[in-house]
């Protein structure tokens, strides 16, 4: 399973956009990049996940570079409310009997 | 679409206690998750059950913890005795199609 490493802490202010970036220099071929978030006292909630190239929805983009051994998770224009703890998983899919597995997360604190 | 609930919220018990937390997935989910989370730690995967059947439970410490999802639907999650070190929140996840795993509240237990 790939390793993945992450700022452990970041801090923002409101308005500004926030890129996160993960570091998987073991990323099989068959990985998929995952982005959870997680509020305090609640579980964790699916942001956004990729292959390759780019990836956007309502709440977030997520860049991956042609080599793959990193990714980086862009929050554009945060609030108050983005503040938690972001996590970036790499696995296969849970369709192919992939599995979770969390690291220790980037605690991102967004400022007033 | 109610999401997964779980119960107890809070749990304070002894150690050498025993002590059962409770999940309902969402409506059709086939795949249930426990996870045990430790402060200042990302998630950690108990035990994975697809319909009533185990799937993985290569890091349920067996000697103390049970589970168990009878009928394919609810789950519990047991903990017999239970020690200082078990003090975490408990987790439970379910998932339909393989992309996303949709988390409960958690319960917050607390060994003394």
């Known amino acids: 399973l790939a390793k993945t490493t992450q700022p452990i802490s970041m801090d923002s202010y409101e308005g500004q956009e926030v890129n996160i970036t993960c570091s998987h220099n073991n990323i099989a071929t068959n990985d998929y990049i995952t982005w959870y978030q997680q509020f305090p006292s609640q579980g964790p909630r699916f942001i956004i996940q990729?292959?390759?190239t780019k990836v956007t929805n309502e709440v977030a983009s997520l860049f991956i570079p042609a080599d793959r051994k990193s990714s980086t998770l862009s929050l554009p224009r945060v609030s108050l409310s983005d503040t938690a703890v972001y996590y970036c998983?790499?696995?296969?899919?849970?369709?192919?009997?992939?599995?979770?597995?969390f690291g220790q997360g980037t605690e991102l604190s967004v400022k007033p | 679409e109610a999401g997964v609930a779980q119960s107890p919220r809070y749990k304070i018990i002894e150690k050498r206690q025993s002590v059962a937390f409770w999940c309902n997935p969402i409506s059709g989910h086939a795949t249930l998750y426990w996870y045990q989370q430790i402060l200042g730690q990302g998630p950690k995967l108990l035990i994975q059950?697809?319909?009533?059947?185990?799937?993985?439970d290569s890091q349920l410490p067996k000697d103390r913890f049970s589970a168990e999802r009878l009928k394919g639907v609810d789950s519990t999650l047991k903990i017999q005795p239970a020690k200082l070190e078990d003090s975490a929140v408990y987790l439970c996840a379910s998932s339909l199609v393989a992309v996303e795993q949709y988390f409960g509240p958690g319960t917050r237990l607390t060994v003394t």
């Open positions: 998983l790499v696995g296969a899919p849970l369709a192919q009997g992939g599995k979770l597995i």
């Open positions: 990729g292959y390759k």
């Open positions: 059950f697809q319909n009533n059947g185990v799937v993985d």
